[in-house]
């Protein structure tokens, strides 16, 4: 016996890659419908071998459905998840609004599975930010074995972190980098995104840091331990998919680099290939369409007393989204629901 799954947003990026992520890992599905919004009424995708039609998202009925995988914005999110929520139908959330609400759990599997019985208090779970979601893999275990101080990340995150708007703006204007007589202004950017950098995701706080560095200072202390001091600079670079992470942290007593590759190799969700020899890391453009968040340039930091630098690369529309949902979907299946 399976579960009636609903995936709200299924013709957006994160929407199609959860339902491509729900059939490769052949989640076990009675029936399934995808909504959308009036703009996108009747587009078809695609469900393994099965073709399906979205239907209205404004009139669907949640009564009788097990979960509903949330894959648009919070403004949509704030009218339906308590909808679905109160028709009985679980909701997991990827947008940022139920993120920071002490009454709903902030789940990655692989770190903190036994926040996922802190549902029933809303019947809504969150989906972490997709920068935050990457580290914490990594985070977590070496927090296990040496208590974590103070996290410092860089991050060069993809356009498609941007949505579709913002993979067809970079595609744009490296074209017309090439041709004098186009021109293609920022409109999903600040600046021009083609072979160029943009210190800047989302917007300005009042400290100066951006609100994608706050959603990883405050996500990492909630899904990982609320003691640990983060800061973070994040970038966005013209990369389609994939989000890198330079990751340096400080450790309350000493962790040997090679301890720490080993401790990270036998961890959950991760793949470590690093090899002191050119190319012997992973880069953003070789983990896209993988599962795993690939870890590189392990190394001590002999700037402070307990220190490790890493490399952290994943697809961030699969782990930093949508295959953290079905994960939690699957955990709560396995953990609560126990239907399939």
Known sequence: MGYRIVVVGATGNVGREMLNILAERQ??????????????????????????TTQDLDTFDFTGWDMALFAVGSEATKVYAPKAAAAGCTVIDNSSLYRYDPDIPLIVPECNPQAIHDYAKKNIIANPNCSTAQMVVALKPLHDRAKIKRVVVSTYQSVSGAGKEGMDELWDQTKAVYNPTSDVPPKKFQKQIAFNVIPQIDVFMEDGSTKEEWKMVVETKKIVDPSIKVTATCVRVPVFVGHSEAVNIEFEEFLDEDEARDILREAPGIMVIDKREDGGYVSPIECAGDFATFISRIRQDSTIENGINLWCVSDNLRKGAALNAVQIAELLGREVLKKG
Request: glycine fraction near 8%; aromatic fraction near 8%.
């Open 27 to 52: 989640f076990p599905v009675d029936e399934l419908a995808v909504l959308a919004s009036r703009r996108s009424l009747g587009t078809e995708v695609s469900f393994g071998d099965k073709t399906l």
